[in-house]
C-alpha cells in the first residue's frame, strides 16, 4: 500500500518561510471514478492518508502514503467511488507522527467531528434546491436579524416542534403554543424579521454527538470542523451527508419564508490548542504566539488564529465562499473580529460580494484578550473606518440603553440614568458623522466610527450577558413589572427606528427571561430554551414588535442609506433636555409617504410635555401600540414616563 514519494518538501528555518499555495484545490475532489487528497503541510516529512468504513472506533482499511507534489502540499489520487468512506491526516514532524486528524478543508465528517468523509455533494441537495433563491434585500440598511441558539427554538414543550433541537425544527410549519399562537420558523415570519443568525451551527466540540439522548448544551464557540453543520443538529451525525442535506433544507425553508440566514463564524480560535486539526498538521503556523513561546490568547479560550497569515487568511475566505455557494448562506457574524486583521476582514467582504453583493458581513469590533497583532491592523470597532462593506456591533447603543454590561447595577436611558442621551443619539444617527452630536459626551466612542450607517448594528441585549428582560429586573429592584415592561418597550422602540441595521435578541419580543443567569453558554435546556408560553403572556408586546418592525419596512425614512441623509434630513430638536431626545426626520426628502417624522423618547419617570414643532400630528406609536387609523393632534402632548411618542405628517 505504500508509495514512493516523488519528491520531499524543503526543510524551512522558520514559519515566514513556508511557501503559499495559490490553489483553490485543497481538501477534497470527488468523482465516481476517483478521490483526489490534497493537504498544505509544508512542516510534514511525510503524510500518511487512512481510510475507514466508520466513522469512529474503528482500525483503518486501507493507509495510503501522501506524494509531495511542491509549495507544500502532499497529494494523492485514490481510484474508484470512495463516497461514505472515513478518512483522516497525520503527519511526520521532526521524527514523530502527530495524531491523526480530519482534512482542515473537510466538507463531511463524522461522529464528533473526529474523521473526515467522502460525499458527493450532489446527492446532498433537497429536493426543489435549485429553485432556492436568497430573499429579496434591496439595501443593507433594510437588515432587521434575530439572533438564536439552535436549541433555543425548539426544546420547550409548548414550542410544538417535533424535531427538537435539530436544523429540521426550522423547516416545520404550523406549529402553536398551547393558546394556538404561531412559533417556530411561522413565528419568525409573523414577526417580520429579514435575517436569522445563528448562533454556531459549524462543527463544535464541546457537545459529545455519540451521546444524544444525554442532557447537553452548549452555544458551540470551540470550533472543530469550520466547513461541516454541527452533528448534534442533524439527525444522524454518523452521517456526513445527513448534516449536509438537513442544513440546506433549513436554509430552503427560511429562504422560502422570506428569510434570509447568518451563520455565526467563529474563525478567531479554535476549541483544541495543542491537539487541534491545525497543529496537528502544521505546527504553530495557524495560531499566533507570544515572546515567550506560549499560544497568545485574545479570544479567552487559550489560542487566536493567526488570520495576517497567508495561508490561515485562504482558509478562511474559502470556508466563507463555500457556506455562501454549497449551502447559499446570506450572511455571517465574526465572532471577536478584533482578532482578525483589517486585510482579512476586507478580503472576506469582497470575495463575499463577488458572489452576490448582497451578502451581509458584520462582527463583533473587540477582542476578549490582548493580541500580538497591533491595534492599527485589528478590525475593530474604532476601524471600522479602514473597513468596506463590514458592520460592528454598537456596544454604545447597547450599554447607553440599559447600562453596562460590566456593572449588572448600573441603569441606562430607559430606566432612569441621567446623562445617557448622547450615546442614544449617537446610537440614533447609527455611529455615523452628524453635526449635532456631541461625540466627546458619547459613553464609549468620542468619534464617530461608521462611515456609513449599514455598518453600524444597532441592539440593546444579545446571547451574551443577561437578556434585557434580567437585566432590567436586576438593575431596577424596585420597579414594578408595568415599569420594567415599559422600559423594556422603550428600547426596544429606539432599536427599531434607529437608523443603521436593527439586531434583536430571539425571544425579547415576549420579553425573554433566563432566570436572571449571565453566561448561559452550558446552562441546560430549561435556562435557554425560547418559552412559547411567554408568547401568550406578552402578547401584546408581540404584536407590537411585530407593528414596530412593519413600520420600519415601510417608512425608508428610519433606514436611510448614507451618512450624508442623516445628517441632512435627521435633526435633533431644541427639546431634547435631560433624560428626554426629541427628533425630526424629512420623510418627504427620503421618498417616505410621511412627509415629516417627530420622535420623542422620554426616558424618565414622569410625564414630559412637548411641544409640536409645526402643524398638525398623527400618532404613529407610544410603546404599546402601533395606530392603524390616528387622528391628528397639535399644540403640546405629554409624554408619558419611560415611553416613546412617534408622530408623523402625510
Ligand atoms: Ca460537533
Redesign the pocket.
Known sequence: MQDNQKSTPEIYSSIDEYPEYLGNDLGLDYNQRFSTFKLWSPSASKVKLSFYDKAIYSEPIAIHYMDYSGEGVWEKKVEGDQSGKYYSFSVLHQGKWLMEVPDPYAKAVGT??LRAQVVDLDKTNPANWSSDKRPALAAPTDIIIYELHMRDLSLHPAAGIKNKGKFLALTENGTKNNEDLSTGIDHLKDLGITHLHLLPSY???S?D?SKLDSAQFNWGYDP?NYNVP???YATDPSDGATRIREFKQMVQALHKAGIRVVMDVVYNHTGATETSIFNQLVPDYYYRKNDNGSFSNASGCGNETSSDRPMTRKMIIESVKYWATEYRVDGFRFDLMGIHDIETMNSVAAALHQIDPTIFVYGEGWTAGDSPLPESDRATKINVPKLKNVAAFSDDLRDGLKGSVFNHREQGFVSGKIGNEESIKFGIVASTQHPQLDYKAVNYSNAPWAPQPHQCINYVSCHDNHTLFDRLKISNPNASDKQIERMHSLAQTIVLTSQGVSFLHAGTEFLRTKSGEENSYKSPDAINQLDWNRKTKYKKNVQYIADLIAMRKAHPAFRMGTTELIAKHLSFNSQCSEQLIAYEIDGAAVGDRWKKIFVVLNGSDQTKKVNFPHGRWKYAANGEVVFKNPKALGGSFGVPAQRPAIFYQD
Open positions: 464528533n467531528g462543527d463544535f466540540n457537545v454527538e472543530q454541527e452533528g448534534s
